[in-house]
């Protein structure tokens, strides 16, 4: 089955001192930048996706700053493909389909930001269209939540996502599980 690596939005906001810091994004970043060294070394495709914000009054990913920048921990080659969106989900009104498409892809290993969001959205697309998808539970960060007065830590936003996305939508598991798969 042949087998690419996507990495969605793992860029310099969410890491410490930016505008909108993930719990953990050091560690996931870090756990991204091996996975992505397994996938180069196999050969298997890899691509980038960057969220840089359109909408009006949005406060991160903003063009032309640093914080849209992907992050040094996976900084791409110049053969691999970065996909700008605007949207939580990677597919919607990008490239992204048409370069998996081409590159005749079945099986797809995600690794990124932010878990609960841009993450849950592109695996659950990838499974609708048909994919056989797989997240690296250790190279995705999140934050903690509130709702009705109700704080949710990151860890648990980070769980329960992770245990939603295992249970239909893909295989969670390490790197080094997920590694395995490119070869």
């Given at each position: 089955m042949k087998t690419a690596l996507v990495l969605i939005d793992i860029q310099n906001d969410y890491f410490p001192g930016g505008a909108m810091e993930l719990t953990g994004a050091d560690e996931a970043g870090a756990k991204a930048g091996q996975l992505?060294?397994?996938a180069r070394g196999a050969g298997a495709g890899v691509c980038h996706v960057q969220h840089i914000a359109a909408q009006p009054g949005a406060t991160f990913?903003?063009?032309n700053t640093t914080g849209v920048d992907i992050h040094s921990a996976v900084a791409p080659l110049p053969d691999e493909h970065v996909v700008p969106k605007h949207f939580p989900n990677s597919f919607r009104a990008t490239t992204?389909?048409?370069r998996l498409e081409e590159?005749?892809?079945?099986?797809?290993?995600?690794?990124g930001m932010m878990t609960h969001m841009c993450v849950d959205a592109t695996v659950r697309a990838a499974f609708d269209m048909g994919y056989t998808c797989a997240v690296a539970s250790e190279a995705c960060a999140t934050r903690a939540l509130s709702w009705e007065e109700k704080e949710v830590a990151a860890d648990d936003v980070q769980a329960a996502f992770l245990a939603a996305l295992g249970s239909v939508y893909?295989?969670?598991d390490t790197v080094e599980e997920l590694a395995k798969l490119f070869i």
């Open positions: 992505l060294a397994a990913f903003l063009p992204l389909a048409s590159e005749g892809i079945e099986r797809i290993i995600f690794a893909a295989q969670v």
